[in-house]
């Protein structure tokens, strides 16, 4: 597997795809900064008259919910379509589906009609998505949708049967990851408490995952994706404060070896 990860990391670094990127003004300046940082080229574009032009020139799509809009909304729908006919990979970030209807009937909707290659959230948005009880607060995961050693097993078999019901690789975001595409199911533990309290990560991390699923590998690119912001974060911890660490997350991505991630990754099979 890690091996795989580094060949993907290098294709992304030579072939530079274009990764079209529907976010949320919030973070969009991070977002393509991310992108870039991955060794991909970002194109923001975000006006229905003229996303499913630049989605199918693109390599892959990340569509993002925050910060919902009626622009962002008929537009995130048109660049879908357009992936899904032309087998662009793509992802899309359920921000917020825990805490708005209208955000979770529209990613239920994009999710059915669109068949994204993959779909990330926290665990409330992911137990949301499933029709279960969850407790967002906010956008944020409620406390006892929190994703720890006590809740890992539980919490994956929610993570596979979204999977499979989809057909999309899922990867529910915490203090622990999990990542399935329906058959094998894991766990990454990488990362830092201060990258929750930037505003950004989230998205960064939907537009990294996009950059490499570029490469057709989705699991792959999924896990590869949240590794690499995890250990770029682990690098970051020196740091003042919050400011400085966001520009030190972006630095150390740029600059992230393959023997950093071969040293640092902890990527673990969770048997359900």
Same mark, same amino acid.
Request: hydrophobic letters at 40%; proline letters at 0%.
């Given at each position: 597997m890690i091996n795989q990860l580094l060949k993907i990391k290098l294709q992304i670094k030579v072939d530079s795809p274009l990764i079209h990127c529907i976010t949320n003004p919030i973070s969009i300046n991070d977002c393509a900064n991310i992108v870039l940082a991955a060794g991909s080229k970002p194109i923001?574009?975000?006006?229905p008259d003229e996303v499913e032009e630049i989605t199918a020139l693109s390599q892959a799509l990340a569509v993002n919910l925050g910060n919902i809009t009626d622009v962002r909304i008929k537009s995130m729908m048109l660049s879908g379509k357009v992936a899904a006919i032309s087998k662009i990979p793509s992802i899309i970030d359920v921000v917020g589906v825990g805490c708005s209807s209208l955000r979770l009937n529209y990613a239920k909707e994009y999710i059915c009609k669109n068949k994204p290659s993959a779909i990330k !959230?926290?665990?409330?948005?992911?137990?949301?998505?499933?029709?279960? #009880?969850?407790?967002?607060?906010?956008?944020?995961?409620?406390? #006892?949708?929190?994703?720890?050693?006590?809740?890992?097993?539980?919490?994956?078999?929610?993570?596979?049967?979204? =999977?499979?019901?989809? *057909?999309?690789?899922?990867?529910?975001?915490?203090? &622990?990851?999990? &990542?399935? #595409? !329906?058959?094998?199911? $894991?766990?990454?533990?990488?990362?830092?408490?201060?990258?929750?309290?930037?505003?950004?990560?989230g998205c960064m991390l939907n537009v990294l995952i996009a950059s490499y699923i =570029?490469?057709?590998?989705?699991?792959? *690119?999924?896990?590869?994706?949240?590794?690499?912001? !995890? &250990?770029?974060?682990?690098?970051?911890? #020196?740091?003042?404060?919050?400011?400085?660490?966001?520009?030190?997350?972006?630095?150390?991505? $740029?600059?992230?070896?393959?023997?950093? &991630?071969?040293?640092?990754?902890?990527?673990?099979?969770?048997?359900?």
């Open positions: 923001m574009a975000e006006h !959230g926290n665990m409330s948005e992911i137990k949301s998505l499933c029709n279960m #009880d969850s407790h967002s607060v906010g956008i944020d995961a409620g406390n #006892d949708d929190v994703i720890n050693a006590n809740t890992l097993v539980r919490n994956s078999e929610i993570v596979r049967e979204l =999977s499979l019901a989809t *057909g999309a690789v899922v990867v529910a975001t915490g203090k &622990i990851d999990i &990542i399935s #595409d !329906g058959r094998k199911t $894991y766990s990454i533990k990488n990362g830092i408490e201060i990258m929750s309290h930037i505003t950004g990560t =570029s490469s057709g590998r989705i699991l792959e *690119g999924v896990i590869l994706g949240t590794a690499a912001l !995890g &250990i770029s974060g682990e690098l970051s911890r #020196d740091v003042k404060g919050t400011g400085s660490f966001k520009t030190a997350l972006l630095d150390n991505l $740029y600059t992230l070896t393959d023997e950093s &991630i071969k040293e640092s990754i902890k990527l673990e099979e969770v048997t359900i």
